[in-house]
Nanobody, 121 residues
């Protein structure tokens, strides 16, 4: 099992920045990747970004590309999401996820509880 705990959410003004962290613990040695998702009230969960645990290949949704940066520190079992140029539509609960399967499997095995990000205009 892998446990994920997010932190770093909060209230920020339009155009501001936040850095989310995801602390992974447990059996992290065979993780394939880590991802960030978000869910706004009344909306479906949305993919934000993911990163290969080894190698660091990244991918982003079109809505955040060029503004958000996903990264990880394998030695510390940490994942990060640097969010810049924030917009009101970025307001959501942000969730960290991890998988032992490749991207083609389309599944996420472990989820954190989420951290609230609110962007005020």
């Amino acid at each position: 099992q892998v446990q994920l705990v997010e932190s770093g959410g909060g209230l920020v003004q339009v155009g501001g920045s936040l850095r989310l962290s995801c602390a992974a613990s447990g059996r992290t040695s065979n993780l394939y990747g880590m991802g960030w998702f978000r869910q706004a009230p009344g909306k479906d969960r949305e993919f934000v970004a993911h990163i290969r645990w080894l190698g660091g290949h990244t991918d982003y949704s079109d809505s955040v590309k060029g503004r958000f940066v996903i990264s990880r520190d394998n030695a510390k079992n940490m994942g990060y999401l640097q969010m810049n140029s924030l917009k009101p539509e970025d307001t959501a609960v942000y969730l960290c996820a991890a998988t032992r399967a490749g991207w083609g499997a389309g599944r996420w095995d472990f989820w954190g509880q989420g951290t609230q990000v609110t962007v005020s205009s």
